[in-house]
């Protein structure tokens, strides 16, 4: 006369991820585990498809989970576990509407991007990319006392546009190559967090106009879309070197472009484009001073491994109703 075995929920995780977390999941013993099974972003209609009637859904930051997805869903989906930190894929308001939790990912990656961010700014600035090419094709002729020449830290005035947790690890690991003046702006001056590295709030204009090294560590929103456009880079000054390392969107490429071609501004380190990948034929490719990387912020072994644990984590207490080790509060 044998119980009948608990329901398993669905969970639909929406791309291959390191195995520890994918085995917390299915060791879970209590969701039922499809996966697209994959390295390459799952097409629409196999998420809609996985979806549906998911109590849970564990997605990357490549998969928009608009209202559609949600209604595809349907009432069952409990929890949302995103495998980063930022959730400008998300639609945060149809989330709520329908009380369904949100995991991500914060801190654990913070180091991982601040070190990127460093060495894709000195990357920039010191032009390494080009460097390296003229080893490889000839032009390395002899010691030049003007080849390859760049900008330096030493003595400068950074900029940080949202001091936020990485924001803030970029400013602390820089602070030991001798900058001079870190000026940061956000929603609001946040005295306490800015003592560390002595930073002065000031406006977003004065920023762009006084920083010798800008660099994009916020979020990606409404307010901050678009945010470097024609008039930003107009006001910077000519040997300003420009990183972003947070979301493609948070610039106006185009504007970019012009201000890199026309020599408004120094060069660009960008670890994040809009779209992603950048189609082979943008015009940002063709320019020697800007460095693109594919959005490695956070590709370390250790920090990718130590995401998936905390997404699946995020995931199951979403779908059992305990506190999650990292909710988003909204
Ligand atoms: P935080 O929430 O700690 O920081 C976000 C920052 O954005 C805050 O300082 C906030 O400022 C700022 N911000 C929000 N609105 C504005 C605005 N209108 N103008 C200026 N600044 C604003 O997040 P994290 O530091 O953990 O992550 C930041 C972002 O980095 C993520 O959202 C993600 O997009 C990106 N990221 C990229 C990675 C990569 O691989 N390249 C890896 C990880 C994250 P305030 O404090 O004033 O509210
Ligand atoms: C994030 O977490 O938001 C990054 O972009 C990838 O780690």
Redo the contacts with the bound molecule.
């Keep these: 006369f044998g119980m009948a075995a608990p329901q398993l929920m669905k969970v639909f995780v929406t791309r291959r991820i390191p195995q520890e977390g994918f085995e917390l999941l299915k060791q879970s013993g209590i969701c039922d585990v499809q996966q697209w099974d994959s390295d390459e972003p799952v097409p629409r209609e196999e998420l809609l498809k996985g979806i549906s009637g998911a109590h849970g859904v564990l997605c990357l930051l490549s998969e928009k989970i608009d209202k559609e997805v949600l209604d595809t869903a349907g009432n069952s989906l409990k929890v949302i576990s995103t495998f ?5 894929h998300l639609a945060i308001e149809e989330i709520k509407k329908r009380g369904i939790r949100v995991g991500y990912t ?2 654990v ?2 180091d ?2 601040a070190e ?2 460093v060495a894709l700014l000195l990357a920039t600035a010191r032009r390494l990319p080009e460097a390296v090419e003229t080893v490889k094709n000839s032009e390395w002729t002899t010691w030049k006392p003007l080849h390859l020449c760049g900008y330096g830290l030493s003595n400068s005035t950074v900029g940080v ?9 970029i400013a602390r690991r820089l602070k030991p190559f001798g900058v001079r003046k870190f000026l940061y ?4 001056p ?1 005295p306490e967090i800015a003592a560390e590295i002595e930073g002065q709030f000031v406006p ?1 204009n004065q920023l762009a106009e006084e920083s010798d090294f800008v660099i994009l ?5 409404p ?2 879309q678009g ?1 470097f456009n024609k008039q930003l880079f107009a006001k910077m000054k000519k040997t300003a070197v420009f990183i972003n ?3 493609g969107a948070v610039v106006n490429q185009e504007d970019l472009y012009h201000a890199l071609s026309t020599g408004q501004i120094a060069a660009a380190g960008l ?2 484009t809009d779209p992603e990948p950048l189609p082979l034929n943008h015009p940002l490719l063709s320019l020697k001073n800007c460095v693109i990387l594919p ?5 370390t072994y250790a920090t990718r491994t130590t995401m998936s644990i905390l997404t699946a984590r995020n995931l199951l207490a979403g779908l059992t109703g305990q506190e999650m080790p990292s909710e988003l509060q909204f």
């Design positions: 980063s930190v930022g959730y400008d914060p801190d990656l913070t991982a991007t990127l961010t546009v949202g001091l936020g947790r990485i924001g803030l690890a702006t956000g929603q609001q946040k977003i560590s916020c979020a990606l929103t307010q901050t945010l390392s947070s979301r670890d994040v959005h490695i912020g956070s590709a």
